[in-house]
């Protein structure tokens, strides 16, 4: 079966620090991955995906490459800011067609001024 | 509405009692889904609809969860007689269409069930 494994938490980095939040998945075929974030008192926001192996998907200064012979999607970011503070999420979804959204345990991150 | 709406926000309930939470889609979305995050643990899928048609309920655990989307808008996820283990925060979101890639997510429903 599909499964996510990603960094447990609770992550606490300094400002402009460097951010990696690691994730690995088990998957048949040729998943799509995403990372969600949830801010504190929202839902669940899609950040970022890839739809293929060596795919980067990017968004707000995050970056993610698909890496099929790792099998990984590692978080990235150059320098946090306190508004990063969330949740964080490594999702996959295994194949065409498919709608069911397979997630990882989640990984807090405090950024502190 | 501008986001998808999950009503109540914070429910507790007595063990035994049902339950039933709600979730309103954004407007003309056509799937929904249901899922279910316990505390400390990624959300786990439970069903999913397309327009009014439950397409798929195989992650509901067992028959004490049902859910319906009669007019294929607004949802209910019904749990009959509760128990402790079914506390959690549950989570609706919809897609325009069943690329779940696009779907959006509401707030969710955070269920204590003492």
């Known amino acids: 079966g599909n499964s996510v494994t990603q960094m447990e938490g609770p992550v606490t980095l300094s400002e402009e620090a460097f951010l990696t939040i690691n994730c690995t998945y088990t998957?048949?075929?040729?998943?799509?991955l995403f990372w969600y974030v949830q801010y504190p008192g929202e839902g669940l926001q899609l950040l970022l995906k890839?739809?293929?192996?060596?795919d980067k998907g990017s968004n707000k200064g995050f970056e993610a490459t698909y890496r099929k012979e790792t099998t990984s999607f590692h978080l990235e970011k150059g320098s946090v800011q306190v508004s990063d503070s969330a949740v964080y999420f490594c999702?996959?979804?295994?194949?065409?067609?498919?709608?069911?959204?397979?997630f990882g345990k989640g990984t807090k991150l405090s950024v502190i001024p | 509405g501008a986001g998808v709406s999950q009503s109540p926000r914070y429910k507790v309930t007595k063990r035994g009692q049902d339950v039933a939470l709600r979730c309103d889609p954004i407007s003309g979305h056509v799937s929904l889904y249901w899922y279910r995050q316990a505390l400390g643990q990624g959300p786990e899928f439970l069903t999913y609809?397309?327009?009014?048609?439950?397409?798929?309920k195989s992650g509901l655990p067992n028959d004490r969860f049902s859910a319906e989307r009669p007019e294929g808008s607004i949802s209910t996820l019904t749990i009959q007689r509760t128990e402790q283990r079914d506390s959690a925060m549950y989570r609706c979101?919809?897609?325009?269409?069943?690329?779940?890639?696009?779907?959006?997510f509401g707030q969710g429903t955070r269920l204590t069930v003492v």
């Open positions: 979101a919809s897609s325009s269409g069943t690329g779940v890639t696009e779907a959006f």
């Open positions: 999702a996959l979804l295994s194949g065409a067609g498919s709608y069911q959204l397979t």
């Open positions: 998957a048949t075929g040729y998943p799509s």
């Open positions: 609809f397309n327009y009014e048609a439950q397409q798929d």
């Open positions: 890839a739809t293929k192996a060596d």
